[in-house]
């Protein structure tokens, strides 16, 4: 599976951006599609993912509220709606797909087997 993130950016504290993840490949290598982030010294960090077979959704406890995973129906694009953005946010956002997580995983970087590259968002105050 290859996977191409994009839509980063630069964004007012309280600003919002959209940021879109392409999917090819092998369709059966990526019914979880999820987002992580890494901010400069500090390790990965889940933040949203979506599962085609039911649709669900899992958020991390900071962007609960402010961002939505959300599926292009017909397409292989997952996107990151962001809203209310808070310069603690700022990151390089990675997307990554997975096979088969039980919910309990889907916020585990570990459990993903294919990565797209970095795509970099910079919220100022």
Same mark, same amino acid.
């Given at each position: /599976?290859?996977?191409? *993130?994009?839509?980063?950016?630069?964004?007012?504290?309280?600003?919002? =951006?959209? =940021?879109? !993840?392409? *999917?090819?490949?092998?369709?059966? !290598?990526?019914? /979880?599609?999820?987002?992580?982030?890494?901010?400069?010294?500090?390790? @990965?960090?889940?933040?949203?993912?979506? @599962?085609?077979?039911?649709?669900?959704?899992?958020? *991390?406890?900071?962007?609960?509220?402010?961002?939505?995973?959300? @599926?292009?129906?017909?397409?292989?694009?997952?996107? =990151?709606?962001?809203?209310? =953005?808070?310069?603690?946010?700022?990151?390089?956002?990675? !997307? *990554?797909?997975?096979?088969?997580?039980?919910?309990?995983?889907?916020?585990?970087?570990?459990?993903?087997?294919?990565?797209?590259?970095?795509?970099? /968002?910079?919220?100022?105050?």
């Amino acid at each position: /599976v290859q996977l191409q *993130a994009f839509g980063g950016g630069l964004v007012q504290a309280g600003g919002s =951006l959209r =940021l879109s !993840c392409a *999917a090819s490949g092998r369709s059966s !290598c990526r019914n /979880v599609m999820g987002w992580f982030r890494q901010a400069p010294g500090k390790e @990965r960090e889940f933040v949203a993912a979506y @599962r085609w077979g039911d649709r669900s959704t899992r958020y *991390a406890d900071s962007v609960r509220d402010r961002f939505t995973i959300s @599926r292009e129906n017909g397409a292989n694009t997952v996107y =990151l709606q962001m809203n209310g =953005l808070k310069p603690e946010d700022t990151a390089v956002y990675y !997307c *990554a797909a997975a096979t088969g997580l039980i919910t309990g995983r889907m916020s585990q970087a570990e459990a993903y087997t294919s990565w797209g590259q970095g795509t970099r /968002v910079t919220v100022s105050s």
